[in-house]
């Protein structure tokens, strides 16, 4: 049964398609959405009912994203991290206290922030440099994340960093929630938002960069998954298979957008004395563009609906991966072509597939790139992992390399 959410999406995507223009021409954060959701129930949805949630699961959570994404790109990655991701992890492996400070905040309109990436440490996001060193019953956080999405607005962080004890060894990397509130200028000693990126697309979104010089933060906020420290980057990961679902349906439902728009277009403009839509040319980049758009849905229906290993209840890595890989590419395909069958109409902002086009291209990009997420595929049809660092390769080196690497 469709879950009553989806209908109060398709209630609201009117409201929020005539006000996407606005955040993305004026790069403001869509504020006024964020409350329309909160009140709906949408902010928080996938959050326990104990908790004051909807107790939603991933694929309801994903039918109300591809409504929201059909209208508004930035919105839907609204609501995306407001059920997915950061907040599912600390659903899933958080303490009581730790659930019970979060679950208020988004459901109230907080979008949090996962703080994974940093300058140096991309696609090799275990490269990280950020530090969390134990001090009493607290750890002391110094590093910098970049490319946060919602960074300067979100008052909920996820903060990823290296752990190590009071003698400064590493036990692993772990998650840190931190609460800081930029809008209202209370951000705590040692939490600095820096920056902002001017970006393509999702023009509404900030995009920044925080520094955290000697951040201090009780132990207390310290997620940790059941499988301990040591290996508790890959469970927290597996938080994030649900977020690169979430972000897949983004791009199709973007793209489910522009085919409905193109559709509509093809009946209605005439050429040559008749419609475009007779147009044998244009009725097979129509047709292949729905065909897409059905196979990315049922792709990202099955990795929404799976669990991984060990009794997981996120996404099984592979599926989201095939899912977010081929919803993303075919986002930015289907966007393409449709903007294609308006003409110059397209290409103007009389349309919102201009602004749709450059939406959809960061979806190869953002949490997880499409060459990542092949290597990852690949790794699971060999059945091999398949190491990505120099080292890890048994290279055939000269004798002068041989006596430098001893
Ligand atoms: C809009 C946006 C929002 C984002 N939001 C967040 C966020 O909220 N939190 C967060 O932590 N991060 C966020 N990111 C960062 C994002 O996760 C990284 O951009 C991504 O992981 C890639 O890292 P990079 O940009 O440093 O590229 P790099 O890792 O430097 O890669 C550059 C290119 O090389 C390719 N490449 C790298 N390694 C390999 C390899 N082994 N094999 C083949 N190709 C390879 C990549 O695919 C890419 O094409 C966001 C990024 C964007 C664009």
Known sequence: MTHPLVAAAKDLAPAFASRAAHWDRSRSYCWSNVQDLADAGIMGMSIPTELGGRGANFLDVVMVVEEIAKACTLTARVVVEANMGGISAVMAYGTDEQKAFCAPHVLAGDKPAICITEPDAGS?????????????????????????????????????????????????????????????????????????????????????????NDLVVDEKWLLTPPSGLKRGFADLMNAYNSQRVGA?????????????????????????????????????????????????????????????????????????????????????????DALQMFGARGYSDREPLERMYRDVRMFTIGGGTAQILRTQIAGSVLGIKTPQTRDAYAWPISDEQQIAAE
């Open 248 to 336: 897949g349906t983004i791009a199709l439902g973007v793209a489910a957008g522009a085919h409905e728009r193109a559709t509509s277009y093809l009946l209605e403009r005439q050429q040559f004395g008749r419609p475009l839509a007779e147009f044998q040319g244009l009725q097979w980049m129509l047709a292949d563009m729905d065909t897409q758009i059905h196979a990315a849905r049922l792709l990202l229906h099955e990795a929404a609906r799976s669990r991984g290993p060990n009794g997981s209840r996120f996404p099984d890595m592979t599926m989201a991966a095939r899912a977010k890989l081929f919803a993303s590419e075919m986002g930015i395909k289907v966007v393409n």
């Open 124 to 212: 090799a996001a275990t490269e990280m440099r950020t530090t969390a060193r134990k001090r009493g019953n607290t750890y002391v956080l110094n590093g910098c994340k970049h490319w946060i999405t919602g960074g300067g607005v979100s008052k909920l962080h996820l903060i990823f960093a290296r752990v190590l004890d009071e003698t400064g060894h590493e036990q692993g990397i772990g998650g840190f929630i931190v609460f800081a509130d930029p809008m209202n200028g209370n951000l705590p000693d040692g939490f600095e938002v820096v920056g902002r990126e001017h970006t393509l697309g999702l023009c509404g979104m900030p995009e920044a960069e925080l520094r955290f």
